[in-house]
């Protein structure tokens, strides 16, 4: 289709989506972190229907950041542990603006995720919430393992049905040919047995979630015909829409993914929205280009409002740390208010430079971790891009002379206080064990080396 004509049948879409909520005016002001203030109205949350006509909140609770005690990180302390009273503060705020998709995994956070989530979720009717967990057997896919993580989710979520069930992250091939979807969830008799878990109701929406070779996506979403999936999930952003396959081969577009299933109509709730946050950080630049447009909105709800154009669109789910962030995010759906053509294109043109900038994907999604040698890879990867945004990668013969050294300066004096020295790129030894574990395909080693050899770099100019 046209570009112009894809852009106003959006509109059109998005439009008729968001009568299905009850209006409630955006308050103005921002704070200083530039979450919009002022309380958002119950009663106005914008929905999507699934495959058996439940309706579903545009906005889904991504359980994979909670926030732990005393602001720690779980990746740094080994005896950090969540803030379940803050957790359960956050999904009652969610819930009572009409939140009531929540995600999980038995691997996120540790395996803290899901009785986090059980313990907050089972303090409300069980009426109010739609649950979804996954199939996480990356490591051991076994039928023993597999079962017994399955089994283990009810559990820890306390309920006797799952909503919303997923084969988890498939989309790899092995030397040999064989597919990490056969091998995880074909050859050990899993698929057979959700089915019939399905038919007795113990599961209510079967689906799967994607990162990988479009050939395996290909495949996987012919097989609706015989498997009926109810819903798939996948990476989308203004960003990943064109640009995906541009910033790592790899990927994906997520034009192609979200197409595809729209033709056989599947409904698809939608990860890494924010592309681990990167698109609510946006440099100075792209930032003041989205303010100028809106100046009380927040960079994320531009994102968020993307996607809502989207009609196919069930869910977004969004990794919630902090209540600012449920705050902000539930705004921006309460309703959903449908992106004209011109801030499309807008979008369209931050994408563009967004995708050019010389910035390492990284969601922080953790699957690389923990490393066997230690390093803290998100956060290194953070901490660069970070650095990046805020001006501070130092490119000598580009700059002033002055400007170089208050880079060089900057860059060096913070990454010491943000990385533990022995976590960071130079202990890297490239043994490849993250790599095969890496959903947006970075070749991590290489990248570490990168950082490493820049950081030296820095170091032997102030000699």
Not at 203 to 226: C, M, P, T, Y
Not at 291 to 296: I, M, N, T
Request: glycine content about 8%.
């Amino acid at each position: 289709m046209e570009r112009r004509a894809f852009l106003k049948g959006l509109a059109g879409a998005a439009v008729a989506g968001a009568a299905m909520a009850a209006g409630c005016d955006n308050p103005k002001g921002t704070k200083a972190e530039g979450f919009a203030t002022g309380e958002v109205p119950q009663g106005s949350m914008t929905y999507r229907t699934d495959s058996h006509g439940q309706q579903v909140s545009l906005l889904g609770f991504g359980m994979m950041r909670l926030p732990v005690v005393g602001g720690g990180d779980l990746r740094k302390d080994p005896n950090a542990v969540l803030d379940q009273e803050l957790i359960n503060r956050m999904v009652d705020y969610a819930m009572e603006h009409g939140v009531n998709y929540y995600d999980t995994s038995p691997v996120y956070l540790k395996g803290m995720s899901e009785t986090a989530t059980g313990i907050a979720l089972s303090r409300h009717p069980r009426e109010k919430w739609l649950v979804a967990t996954k199939l996480s057997n990356f490591r051991n896919w076994t039928r023993e393992a597999s079962m017994e993580m399955y089994k283990k989710s009810f559990e820890n979520l306390q309920v006797d049905r799952i909503d919303y069930y997923l084969l988890h992250s498939f989309g790899g091939v092995d030397p040999d040919g064989k597919s990490d979807f056969e091998k995880r969830f074909v050859d050990n008799g899993m698929i057979d047995f959700l089915l019939e878990e399905r038919e007795k109701g113990h599961i209510r929406n079967l689906g799967w979630s994607f990162h990988g070779e479009q050939s395996e996506f290909d495949k996987v979403v012919a097989l609706h015909d015989k498997y009926h999936w109810d819903f798939a999930q996948i990476q989308m952003n203004y960003v990943d829409w064109h640009y995906a396959h541009e910033i790592e081969p790899e990927n994906v577009n997520a034009e192609h993914l979200y197409t595809e299933l729209d033709k056989r109509e599947i409904p698809i709730v939608i990860m890494e929205p924010l592309l681990g946050g990167r698109l609510a950080t946006l440099n100075d630049s792209m930032a003041a280009r989205l303010k100028a447009s809106e100046p009380d909105r927040s960079l994320a709800s531009w994102a968020f409002r993307y996607l809502g154009m989207f009609p196919r669109v069930m869910t977004s789910l969004s990794g919630m740390s902090a209540m600012e962030h449920v705050e902000d995010n539930v705004r921006s759906h309460c309703p959903l208010l449908p992106l004209s053509e011109t801030q499309m294109q807008l979008l369209e043109r931050v994408a563009d430079e967004f995708a050019h900038y010389p910035a390492i994907p990284c969601t922080s999604c953790q699957y690389c971790m923990p490393c066997p040698y230690g390093l803290d890879i998100p956060g290194i990867f953070s901490f660069y891009n970070k650095s990046l945004m805020d001006g501070n990668i130092a490119t000598e013969g580009t700059v002033e002379q002055r400007e170089y050294r208050r880079a060089r300066r900057a860059f060096l004096t913070t990454y010491d206080k943000s990385i533990a020295r022995l976590r960071q790129a130079d202990h890297c030894i490239n043994c490849g064990e993250c790599l095969t574990h890496c959903p947006q395909h970075i070749a991590i080693p290489d990248k570490m080396r990168m950082i490493e050899d820049y950081t030296n770099k820095l170091k032997d100019s102030l000699v």
